[in-house]
């Protein structure tokens, strides 16, 4: 319940309590003072002067209550269960959704991942061999100011020979992948160069064409 329905309620049983009193102040002024004494040290004859005021023989007995609550709770989901199927059946439609879209994703990864792989060693073969070229150029730019005596041998020497060491090593990785790319595009190139040239029908006497296969391009 909000305040304002707490309050209210507050509000109504106090109503209803001073209703109650006023109805059984006159049959109270009425007794003895032996009826009284008894009436005060008795609950259970104030009980039944309680339950026999027509206010509270109006008022719905606790299970009643609870009966017409768990009634109309029950009438409220019967109501909203259409209401409900339909927002599962909302909620199905776009799982599906969600889910097709997911495999979607997944397939354009999957093709975006081959794609992807043939071009990594090209890529990271020339990015290699612009790395191990700058390597050469800031070498040979410390050899240059070391011959025009802008720095020391000290200053020379040391960076001199880790930049050509760093750049020996790049030069061999970027070798390597130069030799990897060409194995993996030689099959290619055997089937294009070794694919069966037919010669066209009803040509008398033509010459054969020689057999690419025996050839070696490489």
Not at 59 to 66: I, Q
Not at 95 to 110: D, F, H
């Given at each position: 319940f909000s305040m304002f329905g707490a309050n209210s309620t507050s509000n109504l049983y106090e109503n209803m309590v001073e209703v109650c009193i006023s109805s059984a102040m006159p049959q109270i002024r009425?007794?003895?003072?032996?009826?009284?004494?008894e009436l005060l040290?008795?609950?259970e004859k104030l009980d039944a002067i309680i339950s026999a005021l027509p206010q509270v023989r109006s008022?719905?007995?606790?299970?009643?209550?609870?009966l017409a609550q768990n009634k109309s709770l029950a009438e409220w989901n019967l109501s909203q269960q259409p209401r409900l199927e339909q927002l599962k059946k909302q909620m199905k439609e776009k799982?599906?959704?969600?889910?097709?879209?997911?495999?979607?994703?997944?397939?354009?990864?999957?093709q975006f991942a081959q794609i992807s792989s043939g071009r990594s060693l090209e890529v990271t073969s020339n990015l290699m061999?612009?790395?191990?070229?700058?390597?050469?150029?800031?070498a040979d730019e410390l050899a240059?100011?070391?011959?025009?005596?802008?720095?020391?041998?000290?200053?020379?020497?040391?960076?001199?020979l880790a930049k050509k060491n760093l750049a020996h090593k790049r030069k061999v990785k970027a070798d390597r992948l130069t030799e990897m790319l060409h194995r993996e595009d030689q099959p290619n190139r055997l089937e294009?160069?070794?694919?069966?040239?037919?010669m066209p029908s009803g040509v008398p006497n033509a010459a054969p064409y020689p057999d690419v296969s025996r050839h070696s391009f490489w």
């Open positions: 009425n007794l003895g003072s032996d009826q009284l004494n040290y008795s609950d008022l719905p007995s606790e299970k009643e209550t609870d799982y599906e959704k969600v889910n097709e879209l997911a495999q979607g994703l997944t397939s354009s990864q999957s061999q612009v790395a191990m070229r700058e390597m050469d150029e800031e240059t100011q070391f011959k025009d005596k802008e720095i020391d041998y000290i200053a020379f020497s040391r960076p001199f294009a160069y070794t694919r069966p040239i037919s």
